[in-house]
């Protein structure tokens, strides 16, 4: 067995068994003596800290920090002690329950949740409580391809299953609460979007080549009734092209990310066309790729776009802010090569998901003091 470039021998299971007992009697701090003794005290052997990427980099300003990655419940969840003492001395890799394939993501005071398209469930992070668990994996509320997600105020969970072609609405918890929308009504629905107070959901209808069902449908989020819908087909004011996702402004306004025409277009509520940014190309401000959109408490629109691994932040006026991360197969902090969603929380940090590294990174904005707000490891008061 190797420790720091010792080797310690056990003579047998027995011995092994017999030092666990010994150091979790002990304890953590008797344990850590050992370690000091055993391997001695060298300065060579502090890590060196890791430094983490800032937006912009320097000499600028920075408005954002690179804060933490999730990629499986191991992230979050408490570590037992004898759990730590065992990979400590045999050098194993913590495992947890990872994601397949994350596409969606919507965060509720410090609870993340994640569609999972693979795996066809929700992923929940509940990093306050340091507690993972699933939902959509029971019926009534059984998820085929879960893909567009968003949260009200209260934490209510509103999901659309591509598949199933069904809205599915659960409480911060994961228990079931309505079911709404019919296949009939459906082209490729894969985003959704619900006002703060809880009382409409908007499906986008991404559609297909042959389908000219381009739009947004709007329901009662109560009784699941079908009220209107919002846009058609078409490349003009507010016409829609593949749309892909959606999102409420604080002020209202329902912003549509218009992928096959490469913009975001804003509706009132009740469907009528307000304005319009972006067009195609590689430079800030234009999109190649868009998907994922979110808005945070001031009505700054994020937006992630698949090609440039990264999400690109515009006022209200559609005017760019910032653009962060960059695309990169190999991964990294702050490096993406497939995302999809990108929410902001309460406190305004970002996230985003990648459904080809499976991976949700989070940032900080420069305002909020590292370890506070509702992403700290603690429980909220």
């Given at each position: 067995?190797?420790?720091?470039?010792?080797?310690?021998?056990?003579?047998?299971?027995?011995?092994?068994?017999?030092?666990?007992?010994?150091?979790?009697?002990?304890?953590?701090?008797?344990?850590?003596?050992?370690?000091?003794?055993?391997?001695?005290?060298?300065?060579?052997?502090?890590?060196?800290?890791?430094?983490?990427?800032?937006?912009?980099?320097?000499?600028?300003?920075?408005?954002?920090?690179?804060?933490?990655?999730?990629?499986?419940?191991?992230?979050?969840?408490?570590?037992?002690?004898?759990?730590?003492?065992?990979?400590?001395?045999?050098?194993?890799?913590?495992?947890?329950?990872?994601?397949?394939?994350?596409?969606?993501?919507?965060?509720?005071?410090?609870?993340?949740?994640?569609?999972?398209?693979?795996?066809?469930?929700?992923?929940?992070?509940?990093?306050?409580?340091?507690?993972?668990?699933?939902?959509?994996?029971?019926?009534?509320?059984?998820?085929?391809?879960?893909?567009?997600?968003?949260?009200?105020?209260?934490?209510?969970?509103?999901?659309?299953?591509?598949?199933?072609?069904?809205?599915?609405?659960?409480?911060?918890?994961?228990?079931?609460?309505?079911?709404?929308?019919?296949?009939?009504?459906?082209?490729?629905?894969?985003?959704?979007?619900?006002?703060?107070?809880?009382?409409?959901?908007?499906?986008?209808?991404?559609?297909?080549?042959?389908?000219?069902?381009?739009?947004?449908?709007?329901?009662?989020?109560?009784?699941?009734?079908?009220?209107?819908?919002?846009?058609?087909?078409?490349?003009?004011?507010?016409?829609?092209?593949?749309?892909?996702?959606?999102?409420?402004?604080?002020?209202g306004m329902l912003y549509v990310v218009d992928g096959g025409n490469f913009r975001v277009q804003v509706f009132t509520p009740e469907g009528e066309f307000v304005s319009t940014f972006g067009s195609i190309g590689r430079r800030g401000g234009q999109f190649s790729r868009p998907k994922g959109i979110d808005v945070d408490s001031d009505g700054n629109i994020y937006v992630a776009d698949a090609a440039f691994?990264?999400?690109?932040?515009?006022?209200?006026?559609?005017?760019?802010?910032?653009?962060?991360?960059?695309?990169?197969?190999?991964?990294?902090?702050?490096?993406?090569?497939?995302?999809?969603?990108?929410?902001?929380?309460?406190?305004?940090?970002?996230?985003?998901?990648?459904?080809?590294?499976?991976?949700?990174?989070?940032?900080?904005?420069?305002?909020?003091?590292?370890?506070?707000?509702?992403?700290?490891?603690?429980?909220?008061?």
């Amino acid at each position: 067995m190797l420790i720091s470039g010792r080797n310690i021998n056990f003579a047998d299971g027995i011995a092994m068994n017999v030092f666990f007992t010994i150091t979790k009697s002990l304890g953590m701090t008797a344990l850590m003596l050992f370690f000091s003794l055993l391997i001695g005290c060298s300065t060579t052997d502090v890590k060196k800290e890791i430094e983490f990427p800032v937006y912009p980099p320097p000499p600028d300003e920075p408005r954002f920090h690179y804060e933490r990655m999730l990629k499986s419940s191991a992230n979050i969840e408490k570590e037992e002690e004898e759990a730590v003492f065992k990979r400590l001395l045999t050098g194993e890799k913590r495992s947890g329950v990872g994601m397949s394939k994350p596409f969606g993501i919507t965060v509720h005071k410090g609870r993340v949740f994640v569609s999972d398209t693979a795996k066809r469930l929700v992923h929940v992070f509940d990093v306050p409580e340091s507690k993972y668990f699933e939902i959509g994996t029971e019926t009534p509320g059984n998820l085929l391809k879960p893909i567009g997600i968003d949260t009200d105020a209260q934490g209510h969970l509103y999901v659309i299953d591509a598949t199933a072609k069904l809205i599915q609405v659960y409480d911060r918890d994961g228990n079931h609460i309505l079911e709404a929308g019919e296949r009939s009504m459906f082209s490729r629905p894969s985003g959704i979007a619900v006002d703060p107070k809880g009382t409409r959901i908007y499906v986008v209808d991404t559609g297909g080549v042959e389908s000219t069902q381009h739009q947004v449908l709007v329901f009662d989020a109560q009784s699941g009734e079908h009220l209107y819908n919002i846009g058609k087909r078409g490349s003009g004011e507010g016409e829609l092209n593949l749309p892909r996702e959606a999102i409420i402004a604080p002020n209202g306004m329902l912003y549509v990310v218009d992928g096959g025409n490469f913009r975001v277009q804003v509706f009132t509520p009740e469907g009528e066309f307000v304005s319009t940014f972006g067009s195609i190309g590689r430079r800030g401000g234009q999109f190649s790729r868009p998907k994922g959109i979110d808005v945070d408490s001031d009505g700054n629109i994020y937006v992630a776009d698949a090609a440039f691994g990264n999400f690109q932040i515009f006022n209200e006026k559609g005017q760019l802010l910032l653009d962060v991360g960059s695309r990169n197969a190999r991964g990294g902090f702050g490096k993406f090569m497939l995302p999809s969603g990108v929410a902001v929380d309460e406190d305004g940090r970002v996230y985003m998901a990648d459904q080809y590294l499976r991976k949700v990174e989070v940032f900080r904005p420069h305002r909020v003091a590292e370890g506070t707000g509702y992403l700290s490891e603690k429980k909220n008061q």
